[in-house]
C-alpha cells in the first residue's frame, strides 16, 4: 500500500484545521491597541494551538519519509491522530471563551494527551509493519522523548486540576519546545541512508 495517500490526506486535514482555527479568533471591539488587549489571551492561545498542530505535522512529514510500508492498521492508526487533530479547534475556542477555567483547560489537555497518545499508537503500527530492524523500529524503541511527553500530559492535567487551570495551557506550551526541532535520528537516518 503506498504511503503517499496516507501523507497527503494528513496534509490536507491539519490544512484545514490550521484554518478552522483563525477562524475563531475574535476581532477586537474598537480601532486601539487597548482594544486589542482585551482579545490578546485568545491570539496567544491560538498561538499555542498553532505550534501545536505545526509541531505535530513537522514531525508526521519527519516520520513518514523513514517509512517504507503502511497498512491497514497504519490507516486507523492514522485515522486516530487526524481525529485528535481536528478537535483543536473545539478544545481551542472553548478554552478562549473561559481560559481559567477548569473543564475548558482540562480538555485542551485531554486533546494534547490524546494527539501524543495516538502519534505513539501510530509509531507502534509502523514499527509492526516495517519491522523492528527497520528506522521507525529503531527510533520508536525506547523512544524517551515520547514517554516523557506523555507523563507531561499527565502533569499538566494534574497541575491543572489541583493548583491552577492555566498550568495545563503553560505546561504543555512549554512542551512544545521538546518538540520544534524533529527527530534528530530521522535526520540521520536521512542524510547518512541509514547508518546511525
Not at 12 to 35: C, M, N, Q
Not at 68 to 77: E, S, T
Not at 106 to 124: C, P, R
Request: glycine share 6%; net charge positive; no cysteine.
Amino acid at each position: 500500500m503506498p504511503k503517499t495517500r496516507i501523507e497527503a490526506f494528513t496534509d490536507a486535514v491539519i490544512a484545514i484545521v490550521l484554518t478552522l482555527l483563525v477562524l475563531d479568533l475574535r476581532e477586537p471591539h474598537g480601532d486601539t491597541w487597548r482594544a486589542f488587549e482585551g482579545t490578546g489571551h485568545q491570539f496567544f492561545i491560538y498561538l499555542i494551538s498553532f505550534a501545536s498542530l505545526a509541531v505535530y505535522w513537522n514531525n508526521h512529514h519527519h516520520l513518514f519519509n523513514i517509512v517504507k510500508k503502511v497498512d491497514g492498521r497504519v490507516l486507523w492508526a492514522n485515522n486516530l491522530f487526524i481525529l485528535m487533530m481536528s478537535l483543536f479547534p473545539f478544545a481551542t475556542d472553548w478554552v478562549m471563551d473561559y481560559p481559567v477555567s477548569l473543564a475548558p483547560q482540562l480538555l485542551y489537555g485531554l486533546v494534547i494527551l490524546g494527539a501524543d497518545i495516538s502519534y505513539l499508537l501510530l509509531g507502534f503500527a509502523l514499527v509492526k509493519v516495517n519491522g523492528t530492524q527497520s528506522p521507525v523500529g529503531h527510533l520508536f524503541h525506547r523512544y524517551r522523548k515520547m514517554y516523557r511527553t506523555l507523563i507531561l500530559n499527565v502533569l499538566a492535567l494534574l497541575l491543572g486540576w489541583l493548583i491552577h487551570p492555566v498550568a495545563v495551557l503553560v505546561v504543555n506550551g512549554l512542551m512544545l519546545l521538546m518538540w520544534v526541532i524533529p527527530e534528530k535520528r530521522i535526520e540521520t537516518w536521512l542524510h547518512y541512508g541509514g547508518k546511525d
